[in-house]
Nanobody, 126 residues
Framework: QVQLVESGGGLVQAGGSLRLSCAAS????????MGWFRQAPGKEREFVAT????????FVAHSVTGRFTISRDNAKNTAYLQMNNLKPEDTAVYYC???????????????????WGQGTQVTVSS
């Protein structure tokens, strides 16, 4: 089992920045790929970014490319999502997710992940 706890959400004005953190505990964090997803009211949960267990492979959704950066610190069992130049359409509950990284490719769908956090709200005002 891997337990995930997100933090860092909040209310920010358009153009501002936030950094989300995802603290992991349980099984070996360093062998797990990490992902960030988001879900806006009335919409389906969508992929934001993913990072391999080593940090060497990163894939970011087109909608946030150039604004959001995913990273991880395996020594701290923590993954991060740095969000810059936030827009009102980024408003959503943000979830981190984890799954064993078998090296077969990017994990960018909900079904790729077994472990999920409880989510953190990000609200961007115009």
């Amino acid at each position: 089992q891997v337990q995930l706890v997100e933090s860092g959400g909040g209310l920010v004005q358009a153009g501002g920045s936030l950094r989300l953190s995802c603290a992991a505990s349980g099984r070996t964090f360093s062998r797990h790929a990490m992902g960030w997803f988001r879900q806006a009211p009335g919409k389906e949960r969508e992929f934001v970014a993913t990072i391999s267990w080593s940090g060497s492979s990163i894939f970011v959704a087109h909608s946030v490319t150039g604004r959001f950066t995913i990273s991880r610190d395996n020594a701290k069992n923590t993954a991060y999502l740095q969000m810059n130049n936030l827009k009102p359409e980024d408003t959503a509950v943000y979830y981190c997710a984890a799954d064993y990284d078998d090296g077969t490719g990017y994990k960018y769908t909900i079904n790729d992940y077994h472990y999920w956090g409880q989510g953190t709200q990000v609200t961007v005002s115009s």
